[in-house]
């Protein structure tokens, strides 16, 4: 660092950064895989928050933290105090989808990145079904016009 008074220039120790291992479960589509990793000690993490995970052993998933366990079930904790991390993949989810046509409503799945944005009124093809979107159904509650896959819970459509 250099002194603004006499233009010296003196080393500085910058002190090390500490680490927590904490395990986190990461669920997708229904299926829970543990994982360990590493998180500066004094992050904060928030339930509805985003975290990668990154573990050397296994892979990388984005996920978004469901719950946070210290001695407890809390909203928000320093990575330090958390044992465990409950949290749902968002990288790639399964889109569940309603589509109906003369009273007859049939169940589509397909694969979608977390990212990919959906709207009510444009017309998607399932499975070789064109359907427009009627409704949009969100995980934490209400419906919207507009949504990103990682947040929809399901997809009314009206076949074409």
Do not use: H
Not at 138 to 151: Q, S
């Amino acid at each position: 660092m250099r002194c603004v008074d006499c233009g010296t220039t003196q080393p500085i120790q910058k002190e090390r950064e500490r680490l927590a291992n904490v395990r986190v479960i990461v669920n997708r589509d229904g299926n829970s895989q543990p994982y360990n990793v590493n998180l500066p000690a004094q992050e904060e993490l928030r339930v509805g928050g985003e975290l990668l995970v990154d573990d050397q052993a296994k892979d990388v998933v984005l996920t978004e933290i469901t719950s946070l366990e210290t001695d407890r079930r809390v909203e928000t904790a320093n990575a330090r105090e958390i044992k465990t991390i409950w949290a749902r993949a968002i990288d790639d989810v399964t889109l569940k989808v309603s589509v109906y046509k003369n009273g007859v409503t049939r169940p589509l799945n397909t694969q979608a990145s977390g990212k990919d944005v959906f709207e009510r009124g444009e017309v998607l093809e399932i499975d070789g079904i064109r359907f427009q979107v009627i409704k949009i159904k969100l995980r934490g509650e209400g419906f919207a016009d507009r949504a990103e896959a990682k947040d929809i819970v399901r997809v009314w459509g009206r076949e074409l």
